[in-house]
């Protein structure tokens, strides 16, 4: 391809450096991923923003997670045309394959694909609401996240609530899989609701109990 070219020379710097370090003080580990395949407990499905790393937060070493990003942690609901089959194919081969445990859906503060669909929402993206825009048809799936935080006056708060009601969303979401319903009602599966504070590190848990967040 001709408008493919070598990688940026930081970039090479610093793989060098892993393999010279970290990848050489765990080749053993790695060859043993290499050979043994792997057998992840847990899937996370994280947004696609370059500030949230869920490997980091857990202190997960490579092979523990199964990890799926996209924007604002998305799960679209269950669709028999296999329509937006992307995340959709990532879950059903992490839980009917992989066999995980555990199917995780982070999101964070500050996140643009909420905001975006906020503003988009509010009639202030009209770029985003075009059948052309993909970011935009993708972020119709935030949609219910707007409608339940109307009672939300402050934008910033909104907002905010507006990450968690994702999550929510995308819970529900996973629940209108066939597969993940029986996995879940077998308890080989269970479902997980974060959000996590960029600045201040805080890390939420969805308490479906109460349908709210709860500090861990």
């Known amino acids: 391809m ?16 892993w393999r010279a ?7 053993a580990w790695f060859r043993h991923l290499a050979e043994d395949g792997q057998h992840p407990r847990a899937m996370v ?22 990890i799926h990003r996209n924007i604002a942690s998305i799960v679209p609901p ?12 990532a879950v059903e081969y992490a839980v009917e394959v992989l066999h995980v445990a555990h199917l995780v859906v ?3 503060s500050g996140c643009g694909g909420v905001k975006g669909c906020h503003d988009m929402c509010a009639g202030k993206a009209p770029a985003l ?3 052309e825009s993909m970011v935009g048809r993708w972020l119709d ?34 629940m209108s899989f066939p597969f993940i319903r029986a996995a879940v009602e077998a308890e080989r599966l269970t479902l997980h ?16 109990a109460g349908d709210t967040f709860v500090a861990l």
């Not at 370090?21 to 080749?27: D, L, Q, Y």
């Not at 045309?81 to 959709?88: D, E, F, L, R």
Request: hydrophobic fraction near 30%; charge should be negative.
């Open 106 to 108: 982070i999101a964070h």
């Open 45 to 66: 499905i994280s947004c696609c923003d370059s500030r949230v790393s869920p490997p980091e937060i857990f202190g997960a070493d490579p092979g523990e997670f199964f």
């Open 129 to 131: 609401e075009g059948p």
């Open 141 to 174: 799936f935030l949609r219910p996240s707007y409608d339940r935080t109307s009672h939300v006056a402050d934008t910033a708060e909104r907002l905010a609530e507006m990450e968690r009601r994702g999550v929510v969303v995308s819970l529900e979401n996973l």
């Open 78 to 89: 269950h669709d028999p045309t296999g329509q937006h089959h992307c995340t959709p194919a």
């Open 2 to 17: 001709q408008h493919a070219r070598p990688l940026p020379s930081y970039l090479v710097t610093r793989y060098r450096g």
């Open 193 to 208: 609701g974060l959000w996590t504070d960029i600045a201040s590190g805080a890390l939420e848990q969805y308490d479906p």
């Open 21 to 27: 370090t970290r990848f050489a003080e765990n080749k």
